[in-house]
């Protein structure tokens, strides 16, 4: 390049307070930045007696630099903080969180980056351009989930639904008063809260609700839902999806099918629930093992594989939950036709769901049948205290579904809706006969209760698990689809 091109390129530079590195300025071998901006400071010059370009003064270029705190959060003791540093030297800001809030991300104009170290609340901004920077920390909200428990039980409604609510469903076509959140006693009614004696007021979502989606971490794919608050303190989940479809069982052609586990040595009772080992640590084969010595359902060792396979990272936070596979004597008889006790509860005429389990009892005084054992008590089925099980059909017409078939139909926004398989499975067995055994699922097309034979693998199964509200538990967000509830267990 001639000296009149150099000298035409530097006054350029000169207006734009850059230099390029490509240009070699006679013996001096300095390098001026022409056209790119990778730095900020620009050279003076003049034409000496040998006719060579030497630099005279050079200037560094002062940037301004802004933060705002972008809201739930302080800079500096400052809504706002500017500082001026130098093109690549590094501005420091104080950006300290509100109480019950955490950094969540910076963002700055101009193609600009920034850092925030969480532990010292310090923001950096290294600045490569002439232009003024401006940088925005955003904090977000987060609590316990004790304190998100809280917060659902004080939006309680205070009239519970009807039986005639019940049957019809929730919500209705084009109606979404029944939607929110209710109340009923759990377990055995009692007023201690304590893992070793769980009992009390469960609160539970109904229809059409929009502010009980979880994730179990930033990096989980799993969406799940609310289900409610259980008596003991602890959120029942259910997976917003399944997992695919399975048999609940894979035979059907004996009553003791519809259980859980089944030719149990034990029965599965409220003073001595079944209970699965550690399916967190024990390997692939191991998973599932009663400690009641009964056969594992085939639903029953899906879901505690996929357990094993997805959740085992969480285990730690996961609580031992009742679930309810209820086998108690509803109406027919034990050597014909056998209805269950959800079967009962939930015909459209009385609907009654509850959340206690009752023990697994057969028809009084009957204790010939090889299914019941010398108390009473059907040895499939029952109550257990499990890492991982199935919605009960009472919870899910707790949900909002309807206990029967009869149209009109609730309308597709409850939140037990998804895009999937038609169906999925209950916990709940239906009826049962000596060589046929059926079990209830929910109809996700019209959601009401159906019921097949337990061998249906057209069926999906999602997942339903139950976290502990500890107070170092926490979590982000406002429960919504958008802005779900994310737990920090990484």
């Known amino acids: 390049m001639n000296k009149k091109r150099i000298e035409k390129e530097i006054k350029k530079a000169q207006k734009k307070g850059i230099y390029n590195p490509k240009l070699k300025l006679g013996i001096v071998g300095l390098i001026l930045v022409i056209g790119t901006v990778i730095g900020v400071s ?51 800001f104080k950006v300290v969180p509100n109480e019950g809030y955490q950094y969540k991300s910076v963002s700055c104009d101009n193609n600009q980056s920034a850092t925030y170290n969480k532990t010292t609340n310090t923001l950096t901004v290294t600045p490569r351009t002439s232009k003024a920077v401006t940088c925005t920390v955003e904090f977000e909200r987060v609590r316990t989930l004790k304190e998100i428990a809280d917060e659902i039980i004080k939006t309680v409604n ?57 994730k179990l971490s930033s990096n989980d794919n799993n969406l799940w839902r609310i289900v409610r608050v259980n008596g003991d303190g602890s959120i029942r989940l259910v997976l917003d999806g399944d997992i695919g479809t399975s048999a609940f069982n894979n035979e059907y052609n004996n009553r003791k099918y519809v259980g859980y586990t089944y030719d149990n040595s034990i029965p599965c009772t409220n003073a001595n629930p079944c209970k699965s080992l550690d399916i967190a640590t024990n390997n692939e084969e191991q998973i599932g093992t009663t ?43 034990e050597d014909g036709y056998l209805y269950y006790g959800a079967y009962t509860r939930l015909q459209e ?63 597709t926004s409850n939140y037990l809706y998804y895009t999937g398989s038609s169906y999925f499975w209950s916990s709940s067995p239906f009826n049962s006969y000596s060589d046929n055994a059926n079990g209830f699922y929910g109809y996700l097309n019209n959601r009401y209760l159906r019921n097949s034979r337990v061998s249906d693998t057209s069926n999906g199964v999602r997942p339903v698990i139950n976290l502990l509200t500890t107070n170092t538990l926490k979590a982000t967000g406002e429960g919504t689809s958008t802005d779900p509830y994310i737990v920090n267990v990484n």
Not at 189 to 196: A, E, I, K, P, R
């Open 291 to 333: 400690d009641h010595g009964g056969t594992n359902s085939t639903i029953k060792k899906k879901l505690e594989a996929w357990y094993y396979n997805n959740l085992r990272d969480y285990d730690q936070y996961i609580e031992y939950g009742i679930y309810c596979n209820d086998t108690s004597f509803g109406s027919g008889s």
């Open 42 to 92: 620009y050279a003076y010059y003049t034409k000496t007696a040998t006719d060579t370009l030497t630099i005279t003064r050079t200037v560094s270029k002062r940037i301004t630099v802004s933060v705002h705190s972008g809201g739930h959060g302080q800079v500096n003791s400052l809504d706002i903080a500017t500082q001026q540093t130098d093109y690549g030297t590094t501005a420091t």
């Open 349 to 411: 005429s009385t609907v009654k769901p509850q959340l206690t389990c009752p023990d697994p009892k057969a028809k009084s005084g009957t204790q010939s049948s090889d299914d019941v054992d010398s108390n009473g008590n059907h040895t499939y089925g029952g109550v257990y205290k499990l890492k991982i099980g199935l919605l009960s059909a009472d919870e899910i017409v707790l949900a909002g579904f309807k206990p029967t078939t009869n149209s009109p139909y609730p309308a």
């Open 158 to 214: 205070p009239a519970s639904p009807t039986s005639a609510n019940f049957s019809a469903g929730c919500p209705t076509s084009g109606d979404t008063s029944c939607s929110g959140v209710y109340s009923m006693k759990d377990y055995n009614s009692n007023t201690s809260l304590s893992y070793s004696n769980p009992g009390g007021t469960s609160y539970y979502f109904r229809g059409s609700v929009n502010n009980n989606y979880v």
